[in-house]
């Protein structure tokens, strides 16, 4: 079976195709995506308004584009599966009005496809024998969440961010910081050469056995060092990226021990990361070394897989549609804010 995945929920506009009938599970044969990055870079961070515009003029040459790397016709598809929730609205509705029309058309079957679950299954495109039950760490620029994954389709919510998910909170501190924009890619580059233990900032682990997250006091945190600084905070007046290292290993150093907190509370023995920020080197290294003392396999897809993409929209839709869960064309819309 071939499937079309189409992703528009934020700032990529993305389509591929997966062949779900290859002998080694779901085989990717071409999964494109157009960013917007240089669009949002002077605003630090996304324009909704803009990002639709963008989605419009984008949406078909991605589609064409991944129809023929993979090497077949529109016709060929026998699956359509794209993005209804959660995201920015007028970002969602280009890619599933999109995916109406073409579906409809070939009167092919479509699936609505939430966003988290499709960062959650991303790992069974290059790792298909992973086992139940696995804690997920989901985390993104809108998303910081832990999730009890007990079987395709059944997930338990065991934690989320109480505000600022660690993606937003990159991309805040990147903007002080005047680093650009996607922030994590920017605070990680800056990093590099800096010393993490040259500033404490806070690391906010609420409760005791709390698997919720905060990173506004981080973030604050941020703001107040820089306010600090007389004469006011520029770039020359302190060494970059001991700061940005400080901040990333604040951040970080919250995901690693919540992940193991629940892996711990729950009594399982496996870890996948997923979401953009699942990228991050010190996170994925951090996470693996933890898991390593502590008897915990952890998991992690290709980072072009981590960012949002089109190939996981078609896996999580394939998975929907073994259990018969597909959508009518009618009542089928695009919802801001749907949790899993």
Known sequence: MLILGIE?????????????????????????????????????????????????ENISPVITEALNKAGVKITDVELFAVTKCPGLVVALLVGLSTAKAIAYTLKKPLIGVNHLEGHI????????????????????????????????????????SRDDAAGEAFDKASKMLKLGYPGGPAIEKTANSGNPMSINFPRAYIDKDSLDFS?????????????????????????????????????????????????????????????GVASNK??????????????????????VLCTDNAAMIACAGYYRFKENKYNDFYS????????L
């Open 8 to 56: 528009t929920s934020c700032d990529e506009t993305a389509a591929a195709v997966v062949d779900v009938s290859h002998e080694h599970g779901i085989k990717i044969k071409s999964n494109i995506i157009a960013s917007q990055h240089e669009i949002h870079n002077k605003y630090g961070g996304v324009v909704p308004e803009l990002a639709c515009r963008r989605h419009v």
């Open 121 to 160: 299954l991303s790992i069974f495109l290059e790792k298909p024998d992973i086992s139940f039950p696995f804690v997920s760490l989901l985390v993104s620029g809108g998303h910081t969440e832990l999730y009890l994954v007990e079987d395709f389709g059944k997930y338990k919510v065991l934690g989320r």
């Open 215 to 275: 990173f506004s006091g981080v973030k604050t945190a941020l703001k107040n060092y820089l306010d600090g600084f007389i004469p006011p905070y520029s770039t020359s007046t302190m060494f970059l990226p001991d700061v940005a290292a400080s901040f990333q290993q604040a951040v970080v150093d919250v995901l690693i021990n919540k992940a193991f907190l629940a892996v711990k509370m729950y009594n399982v023995k496996t870890i996948v990361i997923a979401g």
């Open 282 to 303: 010190l996170l994925r290294e951090g996470m693996k070394k933890r898991g390593t003392a502590e008897g915990v396999s952890v998991y992690h897809p290709s980072s």
């Open 332 to 339: 089928l819309d695009a919802e801001a804010q749907m949790k």
